[in-house]
Structure formats: C-alpha cells, structure tokens
C-alpha cells in the first residue's frame, strides 16, 4: 500500500511539473509578444513623431473654413518632363490651373492650391498632373477640374492664420484628424501589449499566493 501510495504521488509530482513548465512557457511566450507589441508601438511613435508630427507643428495651413470660388480658368501652358526609357527623358506641356478663392470667414482672396505637395511644385497652379506625351489628354483633365470647382462653389479649405501666407490649400495632408488616425493604431498595440504583460504578472501573483495559502492550510 506505501509503494502504491509512493507512486501514486511521484506521478502526481511528475504531472504537476509538466503542468508548471508547460504554463511557465506559455507566460514566456505571452510576456515576449507583449513586449514585442510595445516595442513595436514605441518604434512607430518614433517614426511618426519626426515624420507627421514634426510636419504637423511646422504647417501653417491650421486654420479650417469654408471658401468661395472666385474664379477658376486656363492660363500658361507649363512644361514638364517624362521618362520615355532607360536615360531618356521628352519634353511635354501642361495648362496652370488658376483658382482664385475667398476665405468665408476673413473675406481674404488668394490663390487655391491642391496640398502642400502641389504648392512646393508651383505656387501658381491649383494641380500639377503627372507628366505624359498626351499633352491632349492632360489639358482635358485639368479642363474637367476646373469645370468641377465652378460648379461646386462652395469648398472646405485650409489657411494659414498669419498674413504672411497668401496661399489656400484645398486639402492639408498634415491636419490634426490624419494626426490623429495615425497614431491610433500604436496607440492600440501599446495600450494591447502592456495590458498582456499585467494579466500575466496578475496570474503569476495569484499563482503564487494560492500556493501560500495552501501551504498554510496543510
């Protein structure tokens, strides 16, 4: 009856071993893919911190209203450059777009730009297509444009507040929502990834004190 209450008990020793490794490395693996996850969002805030952040606080396009339409028309053709191979470049042509716009809220007139990508390439037309042979074809499009911008007078736009900055934009790519969506998901994996490293330091704590209190109930 000792011999089979001995290896009764050493089987049972065995399993609860196996039980303890077994859950020790699924708190490793949980720990280190928690870890990862806020590595990962620390990295990413990082990124985006000297990339939109930086380019948020320097914009000066912050100020969001409502525009009038003045005037939209054809003016200079503008040249532009292709690729038509390896080391080959061609030369082709564009209509400027003028778009003259006034701001609802300060009466303000001035120049409509599409973002700030289009304005570092020409402060004097509204867009700049991607350059191609079709030369047709380009003005077509920016003819369709502009016919879309007289028919819908009333645009959102973005402004910079002081006077030294003449220039409208139509859209802003450094606006506080797209901020704001873009760190939105390291926000999820660092706020998922810290939450998985506490239930596992919780478990192991109640672990460990459930084994106290089992040893004082012996």
């Not at 080391?87 to 564009?94: A, G």
């Not at 220039?167 to 790519?173: D, E, R, W």
């Not at 506490?198 to 109640?206: A, I, P, R, S």
């Amino acid at each position: 009856m000792g011999i089979i209450s001995k290896r009764f008990w050493g089987y049972e020793l065995k399993d609860k071993k196996r039980r303890e490794t077994a859950l020790k490395a699924g708190e490793d693996r949980a720990i280190l893919l928690g870890l990862g996850m806020v590595l990962s969002s620390v990295m990413m805030y990082f990124v985006i911190g000297i990339t939109m952040v930086h380019a948020y606080t320097d914009s000066a396009w912050t100020e969001e209203t409502t525009c009038t339409v003045l005037n939209s028309s054809l003016t200079k053709y503008v040249n532009c450059s292709y690729g038509c191979g390896s080391d080959c470049w061609r030369i082709s042509k564009y209509p400027c777009l003028q778009v003259y716009v006034s701001l609802n809220t300060t009466g303000r007139v001035g120049l409509l730009s599409l973002s700030e990508e289009t304005l570092e390439i020409s402060s004097e037309c509204f867009y700049v297509p991607k350059c191609q042979k079709d030369h047709t074809a380009l003005r077509a499009l920016i003819t369709n444009i502009s016919e879309h911008l007289k028919m819908h007078q009333q645009v959102t736009c973005y402004y910079a507040s002081g006077e030294h900055q003449a220039s409208i934009l139509l859209n802003s790519i450094y606006r506080s929502s797209s901020v704001f969506h873009a760190l939105f998901w390291p926000s999820c994996m660092l706020s998922g990834g810290t939450l998985i490293i506490l239930m596992v330091k919780f478990t192991q704590y109640l672990s460990i004190l459930c084994e106290q209190i089992c040893k004082v109930a012996r």
